[in-house]
Antibody
């Protein structure tokens, strides 16, 4: 079955950087677009970034544009999120998600367990 | 596109029929998904394209609507259905979610 396992979260000071990873298994990783979605404590879900199945297209939410970079290594079945210049508003659980259909799909049928990023001085 | 769910929370009993609505700020056709999230867990896909039940989701769940108004219905609430439900528009980037509806035990 599909498994998405995130890592790399933790406590970081404002202005610093962090890189999240998500190792995928149970499906052909290189066939699917992937997304990062976050959820601040007690809040709703927010789209962060998406990358096409082949890495050719990348889009970002307005609140992270210019600070975050999504990437993937299809040879390692791994998705990444490089987060720079972090602020308290980035404190959230970050979920790695798999798009429902091959090649492109706005909805997500598999989610990782989530990784907590806490930005605090 | 702004997504607005109502109510924000509701209390219901086992066996009740529950209805949650989601309104889009503009026409999204049937490009809408519903997710269920239990406390401390990641969301899971329930319904895609407004009314298509995801594999393995019990038939007591159903979705309807098109354009700007959508509904998630649970016909006979079970204990495992107490959770928060989120809608997501899948029409245009950036894909946006509703604020969530928490279904609690009465």
């Amino acid at each position: 079955q599909v498994q998405l396992v995130e890592s790399g979260g933790g406590v970081v000071q404002p202005g610093r950087s962090l890189r999240l990873s998500c190792v995928a298994s149970g499906f052909t990783f290189s066939d699917y677009g992937m997304k990062w979605v976050r959820q601040a404590p007690g809040k709703g879900l927010e789209f962060v970034a998406v990358i096409a199945f082949d890495g050719s297209l990348k889009y970002y939410g307005d609140s992270v544009e210019g600070r975050f970079t999504i990437s993937r290594d299809n040879s390692k079945n791994t998705l990444y999120l490089q987060m720079n210049n972090l602020s308290g508003e980035d404190t959230a659980i970050y979920y790695c998600t798999k798009e429902r259909l091959p090649r492109a799909s706005p909805d997500c049928d598999s989610w990782g367990q989530g990784v907590l990023v806490s930005v605090s001085s | 596109i702004q997504m607005t769910q109502s109510p924000s929370s509701l209390s219901a009993s086992i066996g009740d029929r529950v209805t949650i609505t989601c309104r889009a700020s503009q026409d999204i056709g049937i490009a809408l998904a519903w997710y269920q999230q239990k406390p401390g867990k990641a969301p899971g896909l329930l319904i895609s394209t407004a009314s298509n039940l995801h594999s393995g989701v019990p038939s007591r769940f159903s979705g309807s609507g098109s354009g700007t108004d959508f509904t998630l219905t649970i016909t006979s609430l079970q204990s495992e259905d107490f959770a928060t439900y989120h809608c997501q528009q899948a029409k245009s980037f950036p894909w946006t979610f509703g604020q969530g509806t928490k279904v609690e035990i009465k």
